[in-house]
């Protein structure tokens, strides 16, 4: 079936480091994307979206990037720090979904270390 | 401002027996959706709510069922557990229906049958 998956279920960097992850995805009909953090105990924490109809889409030390031509979503975090270690996911939204029915990929744990 | 607010935060069940999971949505926010998270996977969808009606269910048997109040809290039930329902359970919120809509999510309910 249809999902999203992420490249690398695991990545360690160093504080201050920039960090990439990244992510796959195989329904060209979605339109929206989201990143979500979750931390241990915790639910899904929002970090940042893009719509299909954008490439990039800047906040505060993260970046996405979206490559509809390749089904491709990467999240960026610039100056890695000790807490953004985290599980992250990333998630799509088709047009096959009513209302904002989100399918996630597996996760990429990031681990910080200083 | 209150976030999605979910209750209980951790229960245990015996197998067989019946489960409710209750959350409280952002205000304002008339949709609600649940997802369920197995350790080391990321959320699956099971349903959306809208306005109080169903508007999306995923992948799951009928031994899972929700309703949405008229103050848009919502109710997760689950009947007839199994070992292998023994999951995170969480409940997003967002202000509307349509796609593009950023979801909020809860701290979710731990759930383990025994």
Known sequence: ?114 | DAGVTQSPTHLIKTRGQHVTLRCSPISGHKSVSWYQQVLGQGPQFIFQYYEKEERGRGNFPDRFSARQFPNYSSELNVNALLLGDSALYLCASSSGQGASTEAFFGQGTRLTVV
């Open chain 1, 1 to 114: 079936g249809e999902s999203v998956g992420l490249h690398l279920p695991t990545l360690s960097v160093q504080e201050g480091d920039n960090s990439i992850i990244n992510c796959a995805y195989s329904n060209s009909a979605s339109d929206y994307f989201i990143w979500y953090k979750q931390e241990s105990g915790k639910g899904p924490q929002f970090i940042i979206d893009i719509r299909s109809n954008m490439d990039k889409r800047q906040g505060q030390r993260v970046t996405v990037l979206l490559n509809k031509t390749v089904k491709h979503l990467s999240l960026q975090i610039a100056a890695t720090q000790p807490g953004d270690s985290a599980v992250y996911f990333c998630a799509e939204n088709t047009v096959d979904q009513a209302g904002t029915a989100l399918i996630f990929g597996k996760g990429t744990t990031l681990s910080v270390s200083s």
